[in-house]
């Protein structure tokens, strides 16, 4: 959607938002005098206060300013919002030109609105509103504990907008607390009183109304429902208002067969451990007092509850759980793990830090920081990895998608997912060593958190042992092949050089537990038993809930292997082995040998160099490593796709030749 101010009488002046260089080598070119009438917060040449404004004009000549295409105005008709203006409202003078930095300069612009928007006198207007309509004692706040997105639409350049109301306050409406009563209650019913939907359903009516009732006191609901507002004094200014990132890094092709690697960070808004206050009121049909306080406390309790479980889009990814003082949702847990993260760690969406012009490209250049964040969904995601990875080598690409979002929810088509993931205590404890030379003795980050896996109410309840089953040995195998967040395929290793940065490179995931199944054996051999045995007890589950006899001893082949060609699948021609030997340059053996001068190739400038078909690319196209490798302290495990062919097949020999100790894992 393109929103387009309508021009001033009079004026015929090309606005430079939309306006191109003349010809790729062109730097853009400000007007001049473009300055004069601007506001002096940096909203009209990506300067600003604090951290998200850019360089502005300090250290640039004339001409060679930063561009900031949605931000630049005509002189004479800038915009000049009020801070308390919302972000929408903004949004109205907003460009969609057609620009080469139009996505850098969408992520400058969010973390503006993030950083210097105050609606906190009008949040504290409709809080009172609602304190007023429903009385005091039918008021309560819940609060997030990580984030939420309710309702929304695509804004300009299909930036994704979470609910706003007309003054463009973020909140969530009241039809959609009305639905989450409703639902929750309906599904009490269900599970209390052993009846279907429609049955539960006509039970409520007395409740929320239901204009087919044959009662006629039954047709209408007895409960009015308030939109709730973000509570400023323990959300923040904005209501919580705060910049996200979705990243579809693995995608399946058209026909269904296979998985394409191709990383889209798209950055959007959502809220941030918000405090909504929620009002109900009585409605004008209860009888008495008595009949109103029982019907209220009965609605608050299903809406409570209700939240508990989620609100919004992303549910089963850890957004939009709501939670009073004191409550937990931990109703249907399949299984939980308290976790430590070392290395890269995970990111949210990246820190706009200012722009740069590099000579070499003729180009500005956004630099950004990314945010570090204990994100539940990045857990799924690495979850949702692997068990496309092991399913591939017993079931058809079809089945394995269908299966896939059965268990883990898809977009197209719509399916909830079996399983809903959540991480509760969640910290940075220490960041990622800082990116510049100030950052070269900082020790490595460190991310800590209790995940959740609980069953949803889309599942089959008859299923729940066989779910829980396959996510508990699926979640131990995801500890004991690799890390997650950035770095995934490495484990945490230093520099010893320090010459650049990440000073601290790979990502390794400890689970801090005291449980039997964690821990971990002291030998090669014994390990190798134990993740055998828990990869047998993850197929029987799988197999349970496919319905199908799955031959995992004789795994089957995804796709041709070549030097340059493979598919990431746990498959025939995949190997999985643990080994223990020297480290080297302080990395451990599995890695020290995947780095070695003998595995080098000679790149383009005629220099040894790392061989992509076995490390992996970034620059000419990204290509995901091959080979994933796990520290476990006295022996690692390193995973390898496609090693049928070299170079995969020759890591693996030199692996092996010149290990301690050395036992295959897969295949059996």
């Known amino acids: 959607m393109v929103f387009d101010r309508p021009k001033k009488p009079g004026s015929n002046r090309p606005s430079p938002a939309t306006q191109r260089p003349s010809a790729a080598t062109q730097r853009p070119q400000r007007p001049g005098n473009s300055n004069r009438g601007r506001r002096n917060d940096g909203g009209g040449n990506g300067g600003g206060r604090g951290r998200g404004g850019g360089n502005g004009r300090g250290g640039f000549p004339e001409g060679q300013e930063p561009p900031s295409p949605w931000l630049e105005h005509p002189a004479d008709s800038s915009p000049s919002p009020h801070d308390s203006a919302s972000f929408v409202e903004y949004l109205r003078w907003m460009r969609s030109p057609d620009s080469e930095y ?40 819940v609060t997030c504990p990580w984030r939420i997105r309710v309702g929304g639409h695509r804004g300009p350049e299909s930036i994704l907008l979470p609910a706003f109301d ?54 209408s609901g007895k409960v009015i429902f308030l939109d709730a507002y973000p509570m400023p004094e323990a959300s923040g200014s904005n209501g919580g208002l705060a910049m996200d990132m979705a990243n579809n890094i693995w995608s399946w092709d058209a026909a269904g067969r296979a998985l394409n690697y191709s990383p889209n960070p798209n950055p959007f808004f959502s809220l941030q451990q ?19 306080k029982n019907v209220l406390e009965k609605v608050r309790g299903w809406l409570l509850k209700g939240l508990a479980k989620g609100a919004g889009s992303q549910i089963n990814s850890g957004y939009g759980q709501l939670l009073s003082e ?11 793990v308290k976790f430590t993260l070392e290395g890269q760690l995970i990111h949210g969406h990246q820190r706009f830090i200012n722009w740069s012009w590099s000579e070499r490209r003729n180009v500005w250049q956004m630099r950004g920081q990314p945010n570090a964040e204990v994100r539940s969904i990045a857990i799924k995601s690495m979850l949702r990895y692997w068990f496309r990875m092991f399913s591939f080598s017993v079931l058809t690409p079809p089945k394995v998608q269908t299966l896939e979002a059965k268990l883990f929810g898809a977009i197209t088509p719509p399916a909830k997912g079996w399983a809903t993931f959540q991480i509760i205590n969640g910290q940075v404890d220490q960041r990622e060593a800082r990116p510049f030379r100030d950052g070269k003795n900082d020790p490595c980050g460190q991310q800590s958190g209790h995940l959740i896996i609980t069953r949803s109410s889309e599942a089959d309840p008859h299923e729940e042992d066989a779910l829980a089953s396959l996510f508990k040995t699926l979640t131990w195998m995801m500890f004991h092949l690799g890390g997650v967040g950035q770095g995934a395929r490495r484990p945490c290793y230093s520099r010893k050089s320090r010459e650049r940065a990440p000073w601290w490179r790979g990502a390794t995931l400890i689970a801090e537990s005291e449980e039997p199944m964690w821990e971990l054996p002291d030998t090669v051999n014994e390990f190798q038993l134990k993740f055998q045995k828990n990869l047998q007890t993850f197929y029987r589950a799988l197999e349970h809930i496919s319905g199908e006899r799955l031959n995992y001893r004789q795994p089957q082949t995804v796709s041709r292997v070549s030097r340059d060609r493979w598919s990431e699948a746990v498959d025939a021609s995949c190997r999985i082995v643990v080994c223990e030997g020297q480290e080297n340059y302080g990395k451990p053996y599995a890695l020290a040998m995947l780095h070695s001068q003998d595995l080098k190739v000679n790149n383009r400038r ?54 301690d100790t050395y036992k295959q894992i897969w295949p059996f």
């Open 326 to 336: 004191g409550q937990n949702d931990l109703e249907n847990k399949l299984f939980d």
């Open 166 to 219: 007309a003054l463009g306050m973020p909140y969530i409406p009241s039809s959609t607390l009305r639905g989450i009563a409703r639902t929750q209650a309906i599904r009490s019913i269900m599970a209390e009183e052993n009846k279907d939907w429609k049955k539960a359903d006509a039970d409520i009516a007395k409740y929320f109304g239901d204009i087919n009732s044959k009662e006629k006191a039954n047709r």
């Open 274 to 292: 918000p405090t909504f206050l929620i009002g109900l009121k009585p409605a004008s049909n209860c009888k008495d007092k008595m009949q109103e």
């Open 102 to 141: 139009k996505d850098s300069t969408k992520v400058q612009l969010l973390q503006l609105a993030e950083e210097q928007g105050d609606y906190s006198q009008q949040l504290k207007i409709q809080n009172k509103r609602t304190e007023l309509i429903a009385g005091n004692d039918n008021v309560f706040s």
């Open 606 to 659: 005629g220099q040894l160099d790392y061989d992509p078909n076995l490390c992996g690319r970034v620059q000419g196209g990204v290509k995901p490593s091959p080979v994933w490798i796990c520290d476990l302290g006295d022996y690692q495990v390193a995973s390898v796709f496609g090693a049928t062919q070299d170079p995969r097949r020759q890591y693996l020999q030199t692996l092996r030749s010149q290990a």
